[in-house]
């Protein structure tokens, strides 16, 4: 339970209404109940504000007129709001101390107050920060670092040597650490893997999803740098370097050897692939499903997917791609032709 | 074993031929062994049913002449098939009770005849149902309610205040109840990530695949109705809702708040993403690897990829697509030039 | 520590330089410690042979000369540092035996020298060969068998009856044998699972990266041969063949039933998905993000994904594919009508 006093000390807000009504959990406009904050950030929600049940909002300045309830004005109520809803998050957290069923190698080091929960292995020589959060049935693999306040939760795999910084959360069922996709064929033919003998680096303030996919380098690192947030099901492969405070939403890859500079976002299901090592420079946005093959210069916003339509204007259209070429020649003979003709009526006489 | 005359009666079909004949197994048309059910249920297959070394046949009536085996005759041969190869499955269910390397919180209500194997977590006040299979590793996280009948694979993660209904199946590594992908930038450029305290809600009979992502909602649930199925490799982000019967194949993937009809079919590779919310009509089938960026309001069949051809062909015609623009301009007014001299052409008196 | 001398021996090159130097590591031509050896095998990296830290090189012939190091001469240095990395390759392997905390049901047959980990499950009547590695919370089951010396990483399930070769390596959290997405509509419009009673049948000598899923075939085997590689989050369904020696790269899928020949390579994100069985030729390679919706029956090289533009561009022009097939009618039209002209001013004799 908070009043609207305490939740406008740590939003640095300013109360519309009583004080001392009190909050006991959170909700959106539309489905907030009795005794629920709920928050306004978006003006496309602004008409649900009059129907709300919740008992108090967070908003910004220019929605405070006729708002039906009380209110607490702040500068950005998303953030506001998420700072509250914290307060409400049910999870529970792993018991303190270690798990009797958990198989702690004796040579880990491990900080103070840490959490670790049953059947959890950490291998040898691993260092695991103060306040760490290791779920049920993860697997820390040897020589591996865990930084302080890390949260990794159930079933995560983190392989040998991996790095990981501090304040990061990692979802159920990610890998971190898995060989990277190195194939040569031999003299006979015969596929061959190359070994991957670098690591995983991952800094401080990450987010990686559910069942993400994070390689090895082969000689080098792959790294993944502080504040990056990484979606369930996105795969980074050998060598990729992500650059901080970059996004990577649901099913977003990187092949090997990609470069990705600071504050990218990278929409669902975007794939970078090249011939060789691709590098996108910073402040780069790119849409869904598109496929990016060469590098990126400079920041902006970059697209390349086609679009849905009803499948009979669907089929009629896209088996014309494969005349694309073969009409862009073909109109340039023909404004060719026109324009020799407009010559020619003109007179002999011009042409001479 | 089962005599042809259970296998009618359980089918609702018609023997051809001896009722007393027993079969031991099931096996398709072109690999199935003496004493094997197969079945034929469409008209490419037909040519094999003269060559099949089964002992008997389901199909429908359409197909009886010339049958060179005994057969059943029945509606539907492929359901009527599935029926019987139910009975030959040969999947060991966990044991029955708790397996003494399980742990359960002592607030957890378990529903009789539940079968829990070797490491299971359940968390406190969960409530799992009668009949349910809990397989090696599973997690299931704190105030989780699990329907009866359903049978959960091994390492799949639940994740807290989950609700699942009954006769459901989920597949290994799956995650259920991840964080929604909230992050929103702070006044420093940080990026933070908005607490989800929504839940996941996913209804009776409904199919999820390996791998299969689905994320809590932000505030309110992430929904997934009765009777959907799912396959690997989906990702459901938060927020969504999915419609009864809805079909998801490998890999589709759904972006934060798209909302999905009934009896929807989304192929595989397809991703629904947009700038807000995506809703799609009821009855919509969307074709492989389709991008859908906007709602859809009809039901019907939608694509959007593009199709593969030689290497040459393609990279001759695909850098074209940025003048597609130009050249559709440029098209027009080679249209009006023509028009024009037409006009010019059937003299100056036409047009005065 | 290895001697430039054995190094020599074990990748049957020659030494330039003194055959005493020992080396501790291997690294990157731009990242390598002193102790370290290195390799060139791309010219692109030629330049950074001048300045590189590393104690040794392996080159091949042609970069032999101004090389500044002790040196090694080798046919195909990438396979010969592979070969040597493998000496350095750090990670623990699971203790020889098995795990007081692992699993293994009376009826299971275990090879010698088998390598069983914590909370590992193997259930009845499986073959585990010899040398065989079974990595944390691996879950394999009843009647599965696999062969000598393949390693499987942590949380991998192994579904029942699924057979895989000797010599392979299975990454974290990939899940083999879940079952096939087959789905039908009763007389109700509800859907039921078809029952997948086949197995997964795997090679020798293969690789499955990290969170890749396998589908046991409906009633037939879903079938991997020898020697094929495949990287993260690959997605192979029901009854697809895959034939030896090919390459899937991360996020590639194979709807059902689809058939891939030997020595193919599929980049990543591939998508291949027919209204009906699909067939791939032997020896075709298919580029990055390509859908491939039928047969392909000639070897070679394959695309059909999009190129990304700047979003201003991509806007402008992807919203014309819709007028695609009215654009070529019309230039057809002002072809003929252009064509028509030429023939009337040739004058009406010709014509006549």
């Known amino acids: 339970m908070l009043s609207l006093a305490e939740i406008a000390q740590r939003t640095q807000g300013r109360v519309i209404g009583d004080e001392l009504i009190y909050i006991s959990g959170v909700g959106s406009l539309a489905n907030a109940r009795k005794g629920d904050l709920t928050y306004l950030s978006n003006q496309r929600y602004r008409s649900q504000l009059q129907n709300t049940r919740a008992t108090a909002v967070l908003l910004s300045e220019q929605n405070v007129a006729n708002c039906p309830i009380p209110a607490i004005v ?55 920060g103060a306040h760490v959060e290791l779920c049920a049935n993860v697997s820390i693999g040897a020589h591996a670092k865990i930084g302080p306040n890390t949260s990794i939760r159930e079933n995560v795999v983190v392989y040998h040597d991996v790095q990981i910084g501090s304040h990061c959360t990692i979802h159920a069922n990610t890998s971190i650490g898995a060989d990277g996709f190195g194939i040569a064929a031999d003299d006979k033919g015969q596929l061959q893997e190359i070994p991957q003998v670098g690591r995983v680096r991952i800094g401080d303030d990450v987010l990686l999803g559910a069942s993400v996919t994070i390689d090895r380098g082969t000689i080098d690192d792959t790294v993944v740098h502080d504040n990056v947030k990484i979606d369930d099901q ?118 001479g």
Chains 1, 2, 3 share one sequence.
């Not at 809803?85 to 798990?99: M, P, S, Y």
């Not at 491990?110 to 695991?128: A, F, K, M, Q, T």
């Open 234 to 351: 996105v795969h980074i492969a050998h060598n990729c370097v992500v650059g901080a405070h970059s996004i990577l939403c649901g099913r977003a890859s990187l092949a090997g050897s990609v470069t990705l500079g600071e504050y990218c976002v990278l929409a669902g299901g975007v794939g970078i692939a090249g011939e060789g090592p691709v590098s996108i420079a910073s402040g780069v946005e790119i849409g869904a499903m598109t496929f990016v093959s060469r590098d990126i210069a400079e920041p902006g916003r970059y697209s390349g997917a086609t679009l849905h339509t009803d499948n009979r204007t669907w089929r009629r259209n896209v088996l014309r791609l494969n005349e694309l070429d073969s009409m862009a020649k073909r109109l340039r003979h023909v404004e060719n032709l026109l324009q020799n003709r407009e010559r020619n009526d003109a007179g002999p006489s011009s042409a």
């Open 74 to 128: 702040v500068g950005n109520p998303q953030l506001a709001f998420a700072t509250i809803a914290r307060e409400f998050d049910k999870r529970e957290h792993v018991a303190l101390g270690i798990d009797s069923t958990a198989r702690i190698d004796s040579t880990a080091r491990l900080g103070e107050d840490v959490r670790i929960g049953p059947n959890v292995i950490v291998g040898s020589h691993c260092e695991i």
